[in-house]
Structure formats: C-alpha cells, structure tokens
Nanobody, 124 residues
Framework: QVQLVESGGGLVQAGASLRLSCAAS????????MGWFRQSPGKERESVAA????????YYPDSEKGRFTISRDNTKNTVYLQINSLKPEDTAVYYC?????????????????WGQGTQVTVSS
C-alpha cells in the first residue's frame, strides 16, 4: 500500500523551470517504479517520465527528452520531476504514480497507486 502526494505546481511564465515533488508513504519505496503523467482538458493522460526502483533506469517520450528529468531519493521516499523551458502546452495536471515492477512503465493503466495531482499552468 502506497500513498502519494504531489507538490510544486503553480503558475509560471513560459521559459521558467519547476521542480515537482511526490512524497510517498508506505513500506519498500525503493521496490516501486515511479512515473509522472500529465493530463489537460480533453486529452488522454500521457506519460512524461518514469524511473525504476533503484533509479538506475529512466524513460522519457522522445519528444520530451532534454526538458524533463525524473529523479528519486529513496532515503526520503520522494520522486522529483524537473521541467525546464516550460511552454504553454505543458499546462496540465501532473500526477505521480507507482507500480511494482519495471514493465509497462509508460502505460497509465498499469500503475497501481496515484497521487491527487498538482496543477501546472504556463502563461505566454
């Protein structure tokens, strides 16, 4: 059982950077692969990053490599998403999620636990 709480979203200007955080409660945090997803009105939830339990493997959609960086600190039970050079099209609710293994890591329906989401709004 894992509970996830995101933070760090807000209203920023285009070109700015944000670091989102996801704090996890529960046992064996390092055994969970973690993902970040985003969803904007009228669109399906999409993966923006994923990281294995140890932090040794990461995944990004090809279109987002270079702007998104996922990391984790297993001593703090926290996963982060660094977003640089924010664009208005990045506006969405960002969710973190956990799953028990490093498979199907870009597919939202394969994740077991979800946070409540944090809103990121990027103005021109």
């Amino acid at each position: 059982q894992v509970q996830l709480v995101e933070s760090g979203g807000g209203l920023v200007q285009a070109g700015a950077s944000l670091r989102l955080s996801c704090a996890a409660s529960g046992r064996s945090f390092s055994s969970y692969a973690m993902g970040w997803f985003r969803q904007s009105p009228g669109k399906e939830r999409e993966s923006v990053a994923a990281i294995s339990g140890s932090g040794g493997r990461t995944y990004y959609p090809d279109s987002e490599k270079g702007r998104f960086t996922i990391s984790r600190d297993n001593t703090k039970n926290t996963v982060y998403l660094q977003i640089n050079s924010l664009k208005p099209e990045d506006t969405a609710v960002y969710y973190c999620a956990a799953k028990v293994s490093w498979v199907y890591y870009s597919i939202a329906t394969k994740y077991t636990y979800w946070g409540q989401g944090t809103q990121v709004t990027v103005s021109s």
